[in-house]
């Protein structure tokens, strides 16, 4: 058992451009986060239907900390380019799991590995110390919205 936070939310509305901050936003089921450029479908791997893998992205603080103490990066949740940043939650464990959000029931669907576009957007060497700590891909089962601070728990079975 876990309980986590919801520390921040980022969205983007077009491929590339900057990740922007929100206080809230409505996750939609089966869709993504609104606004966002999956959602919208104006994403970088956008083809087609929106891919449960697409709707959105979370990324634990503690990952963070770790790169930026380990490979001296200076990096923040926006440069992931992650959706939701948490604190208190084991998302590698979570794959194949679901779990809430405050009201919002989402469910992991694979890790979210950095790639070679995230480095070509925001600084060398990100790529290589995000490995198996970049976070969590998920999907949304139940949507709402989702607030800055909510608390984050395994789903109720």
């Known amino acids: 058992m876990f309980e986590g936070r919801l520390l921040a939310i980022a969205i983007s509305n077009a491929a590339a451009l900057p990740m922007q901050p929100a206080g809230q936003i409505e996750a939609i089921t089966g869709q993504g986060l609104r606004g966002d450029r999956y959602a919208e479908k104006k994403g970088t791997f956008t083809r087609g239907e929106i891919q449960p893998s697409q709707q959105v992205t979370l990324i634990e603080s503690e990952a963070i900390e770790a790169a930026v ?77 989702l607030r800055v601070g909510d608390t984050i728990r395994p789903a109720a079975e």
């Open 69 to 145: 103490r380990d490979a001296k990066l200076n990096i923040t949740h926006l440069d992931t380019r992650r959706n939701l940043l948490t604190k208190g939650v084991p998302l590698n464990h979570l794959v194949g799991q679901t779990f809430a959000i405050g009201q919002v029931t989402l469910r992991g669907v694979k890790l979210c590995e950095p790639c070679g576009h995230l480095e070509k957007l925001t600084c060398q060497g990100i790529e290589k110390t995000l490995r198996h700590r970049g976070g969590l891909r998920a999907e949304i089962i139940e949507g709402g919205t």
